[in-house]
């Protein structure tokens, strides 16, 4: 199991994981009975978004059992910026993120709309952002041709 080390620094944490820094690299370190086959899945969609060219971060690598290298990026949290109204339209900024990964063709990507909308209430965020994200959520379309 991937060892926290004393000088990490803890940038977010989530039911899952517990995210950290040693200033170059963030690490997602999963809790200890998160299953590895989806720390895999994890990994492996999101070497299928890299593909897209666009501007997120790169998963390095897995490493032990429980957890996946990344690049770091200082700064606040998507989540921080939505709460506090940093990001004024941050959930519509996400969306088109999100629909601009789901235009590239030949990936191997689920559902995008079915996933989130699974995964919407276990998100970090008021209830009242949460009724906007369903609502933008539902102006996307369900393209199946990525699966």
Known sequence: MFEIKSNYQIIG??????????????????????????????FDIQNEINKTQLPIIKYHSIVD?????????????????????????GVEILIDLQKKIH??????????KQDALNQIDQIGITIEYKELFKLILNRVEDKRNLL
């Open 65 to 89: 059992t429980n957890c996946i290298k990344m690049d770091y990026i200082n700064g606040d949290t998507l989540g921080t910026l939505l709460q506090t109204s940093k990001l004024k339209n």
């Open 103 to 112: 235009t590239y063709h030949d990936l191997k990507l689920p559902s995008f």
């Open 13 to 42: 944490k989530g039911k899952q994981a517990t995210v950290i820094t040693d200033g170059v690299f963030a690490y997602k370190v999963f809790n200890d009975n998160y299953p590895i086959d989806w720390i895999q899945y994890e």
